[in-house]
Nanobody
Framework: QVQLVESGGGSVQAGGSLRLSCLAS????????MAWFRQAPGKEREGVAA???????IEADSVKGRFTISQDNAKNTVYLQMNSLKPEDTAMYYC??????????????????????WGQGTQVTVSS
């Protein structure tokens, strides 16, 4: 089993920054691939960024250049640094964990079915 606990959400004005944290515990094999997703009211959950156990990363086009995913293996924590926030970034942000598929963490990384474990979410609200 894998447990994920997010923190760091909050309310910020447009142009501001937040850093989300996801503390992971449990079976390390089952959390080789880590990702951040978000879900706004009335919309589908979408992938924001992902990182593998080598520290390689990928981000969605909508956040590229503004958001950065990283991990600290010693602390079992994955971070999402969010800069230049926009009102359209307002959503519940979720941390997700899964195994490699075919040795790869990034094939289909933005699909929710790729991940077996989810945190409870942390709310991010950006006002204009």
């Amino acid at each position: 089993q894998v447990q994920l606990v997010e923190s760091g959400g909050g309310s910020v004005q447009a142009g501001g920054s937040l850093r989300l944290s996801c503390l992971a515990s449990g079976n390390t094999y089952r959390r080789k691939c880590m990702a951040w997703f978000r879900q706004a009211p009335g919309k589908e959950r979408e992938g924001v960024a992902a990182v593998n156990d080598f520290g390689q990363t990928i981000e969605a086009d909508s956040v590229k250049g503004r958001f950065t995913i990283s991990q600290d293996n010693a602390k079992n924590t994955v971070y999402l640094q969010m800069n230049s926030l926009k009102p359209e970034d307002t959503a519940m942000y979720y941390c997700a964990a899964g195994e490699r598929h075919g040795g790869n963490c990034f094939s289909g990384w933005g699909s929710i079915v790729r991940y077996n474990y989810w945190g409870q979410g942390t709310q991010v609200t950006v006002s204009s």
